[in-house]
């Protein structure tokens, strides 16, 4: 191949990385269905959480269809309308964006970029999709429960959350429970392959601080994430025995239509803390890949390395550490001591610095780039704007003065919608039009992802703008219909009618995205090696797309940080993070094979 | 390379013409699977704090009841004690290459495991006889949750230790065994000491929580 003369920066000792004893499949089952291959499970994920998040997607147009045109739609009753809100909010926080971050894109990307030839664990990797996967199906029973799913909301509050006025609370609330913790031990499982992935298999030379941002947000998420289950696991534990056995955890003595019940001595602001405790860092659970995953594709689409890489890592690290201690932000309302509440909006503020540090880090980032507008890079861009948008009004709400007046209306529901929401989809979208080619070597089609891209921002806004101005006019959230109120002008019927026409063509402009991903399998565009030039080690295999293990006979060996964009006196724009140094000006730098330096020169 | 000299080491300086630094790959120096139990005791130990932290919390309320204290739990931590020492023993053995005494170690830590459930398994029956029993109290509703998540905790160990085992039975040698048997260790003293906080902290006496509280100043 290249006729280059080894000088001695290349005489690399070989490879100290034990190779890893992989699980080779016999049969059409154990290679398609119970693979133990992270890519696989990877996917198996994302279809399981995109498919039971359509139905979240049915939901919310249902619970809009309410909200636009109360009176209108004789097949849902109040109780109804509470069971869409739960199943909306549980379905997309959990099921949808915890389980495609970290079970998907973790599961795809952390071996690639990492150099690693599968999960260090990949037979508990296998369980933990499985456990997912019953997860979701428990869940998706308790529609079909007599009394159907729990409609206690999201937040799943006791005592309301068991009592009989609640709609859903035979079998629904049990199987909401019972999911939830299924959930929480299939994460763990996949969890702590994720971190000890990171920690244990790296490819030689890939130092932590030459890891991809996307591998750090993960990481750093999982590790939040396995911090933080905790708690939602105690809770639901707890809260099922109140339901089942008659225990008194969270339950205090309460009388129910003019009846004594027979609980008592439980403490309803306990379960408050557990549920928050977990809740907040769940926020970030969701951002954080979305911080790494962003931060990388800003970077290859506009051709220039991450701007403040270290800061970054570090930002990423601080938040995850801070997002323990600001939980009692969501409580404002319940009920606390004054200097309690005055710690928690200030740990709450201190947050927002390094998170605004990384804001101002993309935008430079971007700065006299060479920014080519492909769809990944739209929704980065997109992204940035919207997550502005939602960690402003976080702001205000952080503030307790602020919060207490606005708490509980569709002020919170379009902040958090717009920070948790909106903004990483746009990240999930954006990943999935950069990696498609990867995952399956075909491009996705661009014309229908421009469509896609334009509905979905410009709609978000549409959708969430009005929503905040509704909140500041005391429109409350979770009501099933406003009736006659003296506060509300006529004219926010109109506004809602407005958002509600909105809700429904974003959401079938979904369906154009999933249309794209079925018919692009067979009738895209062909990728070829590397479509979009980058210099992460997950396109540089010797296969493409990947095959099982990954990196054909020898482990790449890693030369330098991912973000080698447009380096002075490089032949080309980019250099791949295997490529070595000699060859760097070489017009073949991007072919280069991994694990070829390990090899004897010609 | 320590993990602060890592994470502050500066990716894009690149000086042209040095040996370029291809370090080992590992942030601790640990096997794998030894790291990969680490990072779940990790877990678990999150899971029990949080739920002596809610004890604790709820103990605070001026209704709180202390629960009856069955008897047999000292008993029980005896036996855990012992299944502790004997896999301790088991994990000295299989350093030296004592197989026999590997296999029998093994055969104890089961038999003292199996012993303190039975053992918790009786003081649940005991609790529930007690005239005080009342399934609204908090602290009895505690006791039986911790207890429970604790047994369950101990029967996963008791499925690693039936794998670990079945080896040391079939007769595999030392090395293939030692894996086994230093992870079922770790994680056996782990439940241990996790025990002895529990029955010290909440089940052994009434309100010796409130005086760590007291020290504390919380209380």
């Known amino acids: 191949m290249a006729s280059f003369a080894p000088t001695k920066a290349e005489q690399v000792p070989p490879a100290e990385v034990g190779e890893m004893d992989l699980y080779h499949s016999h049969s059409w089952w154990t290679t398609y269905v119970f693979s133990q291959d992270a890519k696989v499970i990877a996917i198996q994920y994302s279809l399981t959480a995109i498919s039971i998040g359509l139905v979240a997607l049915v939901l919310s147009w249902l619970m809009r269809l309410q909200l636009g045109f109360p009176d209108t739609f004789s097949f849902i009753d109040a109780g109804e309308y509470y069971q869409y809100i739960t199943m909306h909010g549980m379905i997309m926080v959990i099921y949808l964006l915890t389980a495609l971050f970290l079970g998907g894109f973790g599961n795809y990307l952390i071996p690639l970029m990492v150099g690693a030839r599968d999960m260090v664990f990949p037979y508990v990797n296998m369980l933990s999709y499985w456990i997912y996967l019953l997860a979701v199906l428990v869940l998706v029973a308790s529609f079909f429960v007599p009394g159907g799913p729990t409609g206690a909301g999201w937040t799943l509050y006791p005592p309301q959350a068991i009592l009989s006025g609640t709609p859903g609370s035979d079998g629904g609330i049990i199987l909401m429970l019972v999911s939830l913790a299924l959930f929480i031990v299939g994460f763990t499982m996949g969890g702590l392959n994720y971190v000890v992935t990171v920690l244990q298999a790296r490819a030689r030379g890939m130092t932590l601080m030459r890891m991809p941002l996307t591998v750090w947000g993960i990481f750093m998420a999982t590790v939040l994430a396995l ?16 339901r089942i056995l008659g225990t008194s955890f969270f339950m205090p003595a309460i009388v129910e239509m003019g009846e004594q019940l027979a609980y008592g001595g439980g403490s309803p602001i306990l379960f408050q803390h557990l549920f928050w405790f977990f809740g907040h860092p ?28 270290r800061m970054m890592v570090w930002a990423i690290v601080v938040i995850g550490a801070l997002s323990f201690v600001v939980w009692a932000h969501h409580m404002y309302v319940s009920g606390m001591h004054p200097y309690f509440g005055f710690f928690f909006a200030t740990t709450t503020l201190i947050i927002a610095v390094p998170t605004a540090l990384k804001v101002y880090n993309w935008t430079l980032t971007l700065w006299r780039g060479n920014i080519h507008l492909t769809i990944p890079m739209l929704f980065a861009i997109a992204f940035i704007i919207t997550f502005v948008n939602g960690g402003i009004t976080g702001l205000f709400l952080g503030n307790a003065v602020v919060d207490i007046p606005l708490s509980d209306t569709m002020f919170v529901v379009a902040h958090f919608h717009m920070v948790m929401g909106v903004a990483p989809i746009l990240v999930i979208f954006g990943a999935i039009y950069h990696w498609y080619p990867l995952i399956t070597g075909r491009m996705l089609n661009e014309t229908l992802g421009w469509i896609h891209f334009w509905v979905t921002f410009l709609g978000a806004y549409a959708i969430f703008l009005p929503l905040h101005y509704l909140g500041f006019l005391g429109v409350p959230r979770r009501y099933f219909e406003m009736g006659e109120t003296g506060f509300i002008p006529p004219s926010a019927a109109t506004l809602n009618e407005f958002v509600t026409v909105i809700a429904l063509i974003v959401g079938a402009t979904q369906v154009l995205f999933l249309f794209n991903l079925a018919w692009s399998l067979s009738k895209g565009k062909l990728a070829g090696r590397n479509p979009w030039r980058a210099a992460s080690l997950e396109w540089q295999t010797p296969e493409s797309p990947p095959g099982h293990g990954n990196w054909g006979p020898a482990l790449p060996l890693v030369y330098r940080w991912p973000y080698a964009y447009s380096v002075p006196g490089a032949a080309e724009d980019f250099i791949p993070q295997n490529v070595p140094p000699s060859r760097e000006t070489g017009n073949e730098s991007h072919e280069a094979l991994p694990g070829a330096a390990a090899q004897p020169a010609e | 390379m320590t993990l602060f000299q890592q994470l502050t080491e500066k990716p894009w300086v690149t000086v042209p013409g040095t040996v370029v630094d291809l370090h080992n790959r590992r942030a601790f120096l640990l096997p794998t699977a030894a790291l990969g139990l680490r990072m779940f005791l990790v877990v678990a130990t999150v899971l029990f704090l949080l739920l002596i932290v809610a004890y604790a919390s709820r103990m605070e309320f001026e209704d709180w009841r202390p629960s009856p204290q069955p008897w047999l739990l000292w008993l029980n931590t005896g036996m855990l004690v012992l299944s502790s020492v004997a896999m301790q023993w088991a994990r000295i053995a299989v350093r030296r290459g004592e197989l026999k005494a590997v296999s029998m170690g093994l055969m104890a830590a089961g038999v003292f495991a199996v012993g303190f459930l039975g053992g918790q398994v009786a003081a649940w029956r005991q609790l529930n006889m007690m005239v005080a029993f009342d399934v609204t109290n908090p602290a009895i509703g505690f006791f039986y949750l911790i207890t429970a998540l604790h047994a369950v905790h101990l029967l996963g160990g008791l499925a690693a230790w039936g794998w670990t085992a079945a080896k040391a039975w079939r007769g595999f040698d030392g090395i293939q065994l030692r894996s086994g048997v230093e992870l079922c260790t770790v994680y056996w003293h782990f439940l241990l000491l996790v025990w002895l906080v529990l029955f010290g902290l909440l089940f052994s006496g009434n309100d010796n929580l409130g005086i760590l509280l007291a020290i504390c100043g919380i209380r």
């Open chain 1, 282 to 309: 769940e926020v970030y659970i969701v951002a954080l890949p979305a911080f790494g995953i962003v931060s990388d594709l800003l970077s290859v689409h506009a051709r220039r390395n991450i701007f403040g890489y």
């Open chain 1, 227 to 242: 911090l933080a289950f905790p708690a939602l696991f105690v809770g639901a534990i707890m809260m099922t025995l109140d």
